[in-house]
């Protein structure tokens, strides 16, 4: 793969999936990605024993490394005042900056917006939440279940027509997954934007806007259509159909 980010430093202060896979995505791409942890609690996906539903048994804790490959770590306490001087003077060597510290959180350890360009006034700034920097929930935190899957509306297209409750997601860190690669994209826009501008910007994406997207054609159809979007059939009506069909195989499979 080509390091087009080489020469990119990203710090990371970001726990569990969403967040940490967008910078491991960067990593990928060549960027020198610092993950920030606490020095002994570390990230909580650490303890994660089981995710969908699979172990996290074994040699390799493939989750934790799904989220967090090609990175280096770094363990800080950002709630004393030496640890945060330290980031700062870290700050001040980086590109992005990227997290999904809640508001709350964000102001108590001085990481909010204006504290974190006193640190470096060129940084991107990156913000991965469960419902958004602007609405009324933007306080609260979520995961991909519930934000990404529930209230978008991909947990009741997905079961058949006459299925007696809902759909699970189909892999642990589903929403995830394809959120932190959006994210990802996002940052290396930006950093585009930044080289021909100059102009540093701030890069944001919450799950639940992340789920909405991926169900765009079912909302906005909903809408001006006036009718609520139903779960595909398994067995189209007619064929040709214009959307694809499972169709048995000569293995048995579809």
């Known amino acids: 793969m080509h390091e087009v980010l080489k020469g990119i430093r990203v710090v990371e202060i970001a726990q569990y999936v969403f967040v940490p896979v967008a910078s491991g995505v960067l990593s990928e791409w060549g960027a020198d990605v610092i993950k920030i942890e606490h020095p002994t609690r570390g990230d909580a996906y650490r303890g994660l024993r089981r995710t969908g539903n699979l172990s996290t048994a074994g040699a390799v804790h493939y989750a934790v490394e799904h989220a967090n490959r090609g990175k280096r770590s770094l363990g800080l306490d950002l709630s004393h005042p030496d640890g945060r001087a330290t980031l700062s003077k870290l700050l001040a060597t980086a590109d992005v900056l990227i997290t999904n510290l809640l508001p709350d959180s964000r102001a108590r350890l001085g990481l909010e917006l204006e504290q974190v360009r006193e640190d470096n006034p060129k940084i991107i700034y990156a913000r991965g939440t469960a419902l958004g920097e602007r ?29 007696s409750r809902p759909s699970p997601m189909p892999s642990g860190a589903f929403g995830d997954s394809g959120a932190g690669l959006a994210l990802a994209g996002g940052i290396a826009a930006a950093l585009l934007g930044r080289e021909r501008t100059g102009v540093p910007t701030t890069v944001d994406l919450s799950l639940l806007g992340m789920g909405m997207w991926s169900m765009a054609s079912a909302i906005t159809g909903s809408m001006m259509q006036g009718e609520s979007a139903v779960p595909l059939p398994r067995v189209p009506p007619s064929t040709p159909s214009p959307e694809p069909i499972a169709v048995r195989t000569a293995d048995g499979s579809y």
């Open 135 to 163: 609405g009324p929930e933007r306080l609260r935190g979520g995961f991909d279940h519930a934000s990404f899957w529930a209230r978008t509306g991909s947990q009741v297209g997905a079961p058949p027509e006459d299925a």
